[in-house]
């Protein structure tokens, strides 16, 4: 690898309108692959698949809250083993352009900043606030000596570096900040690499700085001719380059599936790459937000970002070449040689079930358990930043102070639910307060009746606000007239519970009582013979969390959609008999069989026809608009 260092050399040659690869004219044809969202023992069948359509590059963001889950403490283990992934792309003959933020977008949690930063709650993120250069400074000083090594003329595969991420559409539009940003990423990684930057078109005026390479990005729907004029602008001489040309586009839970027709995506990196510009296709593998990863954007209302990242990539989100695929390898092939090699038949897959689900409990029934240190007291409720939730869920508990006979108005004024919340009534489901959807249930309730509220992190915003986004009761209740205060707050670490692999029954200190609200549902079972991938189905269930052998698989909503399966790739299953085990926490209403299905195909299409919001509750009060696909 550390051969001829010193000969190797990447850059921008302005006389010419191009790159030079050891001073040879060069230029990329990139797709963009995130090693987060895909398990690792398969990132080398991804990274093969995308050189054997043609591309010779590949564009990675490094979310920092991946990374640093606690300030100070790092992980780069298993799937977080970045170094082991700049590897596999070496192997497959790839070159890396690297987006380390320290904001990504890339619709995951809060962009990628770390939800510690905001356990000072003051702190604006992505501008010269000394508190947020503090945090990114000492990221920064851990990760980019990490990359130094594999820079292009160090004898790495990295030939570029993103300075943060569509910088110009936010609305700080800080320059000290990211001049900041320019200084450090010189100062750790020297003056040989080059640094670029990535905008919309509308970006580009705050998102482009002097010494940083001015790129843009846009879809096949937009008008090529005139953003490359507009980039030249802040760019006059040099490679075009688009560093996000959109294959597809993502999926926000109860809207459509996001398709994007295959002519319009070849024709116009057809017309990209006639021009001699160097383009970087986002996503040609989406993958996976499993877990609680994925983010949320808000327009006009809070829309969180679906659990399948599939993006309708020319990759699937399990692995396999789309004809979406073989058309842009036919493209790429009219401009430079595709490698020769077979293409690895798609992956197997396997159907299995009806399995039936038994009841474990309903989760109030495991808060011991769930949370071993007890909760945290105070007057007024704390937001999860506050008590160090990161992710996931916390229980708000209070006592009704005075018998409430008549049903009674229960809201949190300022649309303060973020993002759900599943309320109790000793111990009996209640409903559901959701921000900007719906505001307002009804209560009856004696005097010391168990009021409890299960809020539920939906995924940090991750693009079009610059205000910070709290997670839980961000406001007190209201019962009646009454301010509700005298809290207990129970974070809940759900996820260790349900590594445990014996039967959660056995827990159980009172018997459940309600057939309806967040409920904890298992089964175990094996796997004759080998295993394949596979897509789980839960037709009848409402909304939850599902976990299989301890692997938080992500959110499911089978009621909202269009989401309706849930990829689970083969190596999280045991092969040859052995059991598995699935766990659901269903959060609101189960059907009456408590059956899951696994199907050998996905289905990531079926919104009750578009119509599910104006089908919710009357008491919808959130003023929201047609949705507008921009910015990214
Ligand atoms: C990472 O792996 C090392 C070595 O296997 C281990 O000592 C360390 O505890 C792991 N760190 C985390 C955060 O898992
Ligand atoms: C958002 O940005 C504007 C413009 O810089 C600023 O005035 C405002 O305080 C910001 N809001 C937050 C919550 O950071
Ligand atoms: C694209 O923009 C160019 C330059 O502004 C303009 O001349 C052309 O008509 C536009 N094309 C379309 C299809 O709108
Ligand atoms: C959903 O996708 C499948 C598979 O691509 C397709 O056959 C079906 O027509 C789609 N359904 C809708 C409602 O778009
Ligand atoms: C969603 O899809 C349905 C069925 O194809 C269609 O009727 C509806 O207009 C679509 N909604 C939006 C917002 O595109």
């Not at 040879?24 to 969202?37: A, E, I, K, N, T």
């Not at 450090?184 to 905008?199: E, K, N, S, V």
């Not at 593998?285 to 309708?312: C, Q, V």
Request: charged share 20%; glycine share 10%; net charge neutral.
């Amino acid at each position: 690898l550390l051969l001829q260092a010193d000969t190797r050399s990447f850059v921008v040659d302005r006389d010419h309108d191009r790159f030079l690869l050891d001073g040879v004219p060069f230029r990329y044809v990139s797709g963009s692959l995130h090693y987060f969202r895909v398990p690792r023992v398969l990132w080398a069948d991804r990274l093969y698949k995308m050189r054997l359509s043609g591309l010779n590059a590949i564009q990675f963001y490094v979310p920092w809250n991946y990374h640093e889950p606690e300030p100070g403490v790092y992980n780069f283990n298993g799937s977080r083993d970045l170094i082991a992934f700049l590897n596999e792309a070496a192997k497959a003959n790839m070159f890396v352009i690297l987006r380390p933020g320290p904001y990504i977008c890339a619709e995951w949690d809060m962009g990628g900043l770390p939800a510690w930063l905001l356990r000072k709650p003051k702190i604006h993120l992505r501008t010269s606030d000394p508190d947020f250069l503090a945090a990114v400074d000492a990221w920064f000083q851990v990760l980019l000596p990490k990359i130094h090594p594999w820079l292009y003329h160090n004898g790495g595969n990295i030939i570029s570096i993103q300075v943060e991420n569509e910088y110009g559409s936010y609305k700080a539009c800080d320059v000290i900040y990211l001049r900041h940003l320019a200084g450090l990423f010189r100062a750790l990684l020297g003056d040989q690499i080059l640094l670029f930057t990535t905008d919309g078109p509308e970006g580009l005026k705050c998102g482009s700085l002097k010494g940083l390479y001015t790129t843009v990005d846009f879809g096949p729907a937009d008008n090529m001719t005139k953003i490359f004029a507009l980039l030249r602008k802040y760019e006059p001489h040099g490679p075009l380059v688009n560093s996000e040309y959109y294959t597809g586009w993502l999926d926000y839970w109860g809207q459509n599936h996001s398709t994007r027709g295959i002519p319009a995506v070849t024709r116009g990196l057809e017309k990209m790459l006639k021009l001699g510009a160097s383009v970087n296709m986002y996503m040609f593998h989406g993958g996976t937000n499993f877990g609680y990863w994925n983010g949320a954007d808000e327009k006009g209302r809070f829309l969180p970002i679906t659990t399948s990242y599939d993006y309708d990539a020319p990759i699937s989100e399990a692995g396999d070449p789309t004809p979406k695929f073989f058309a842009l390898r036919n493209s790429i092939s009219k401009f430079q040689e595709i490698p020769l090699g077979p293409l690895p038949p798609p992956s197997p897959k396997m159907m299995l079930g009806p399995l039936t689900l038994n009841l474990d409990g309903d989760l109030l029934a495991f808060l011991d358990f769930l949370c071993p240190h007890g909760p945290i007291r105070s007057i007024l409720p704390m937001t999860f930043e506050a008590v160090k939730q990161d992710h996931g869920f916390m229980l708000y508990r209070t006592y009704l102070t005075q018998t409430i006979f008549e049903p009674t108005l229960f809201w949190v004024p300022n649309n303060g639910v973020h993002d759900r919340a599943y309320v109790m009534v000793d111990g009996v489901f209640q409903g559901v307060l959701e921000r900007n959807m719906k505001h307002k249930l009804f209560l009856t309730g004696k005097l010391g009746a168990k009021l409890d509220m299960l809020l539920e992190n939906m995924g940090r915003l991750s693009f079009g606000s610059n205000s910070s986004d709290f997670k839980g009761l961000l406001e007190p209740p209201i019962l009646g007239q009454t301010i509700l205060t005298q809290w207990l707050m129970f974070p809940l670490q759900i996820d260790k519970l349900v590594k445990w692999w014996f039967p959660l029954q056995l827990l159980q200190r009172a018997k459940s009582q309600s057939p309806s609200g967040p409920t904890f549902y298992s089964t175990t079972f094996p796997i004759l013979g080998s295993v394949g991938d596979t897509f789980l189905y839960l037709p009848g269930w409402t909304k939850g969390q599902v976990w299989i052998n301890g692997f938080n698989l992500g959110r499911y909503w089978t009621k909202r959609g269009p989401q309706q399966t849930l990829y689970v790739p083969r190596p999280l299953l045991f092969p040859r008999g052995a059991l598995n085990k699935i766990t659901l926490l269903e959060l609101e209403k189960v059907p009456p069989q408590p059956q899951i299905h696994f199907l050998d195909k996905p289905i990531l299409n079926s919104t009750l026809g578009g119509t599910y919001l104006s089908s919710l509750s009357a008491d919808t009060e959130g003023a929201y608009e047609p949705m507008k696909l921009s910015g990214h």
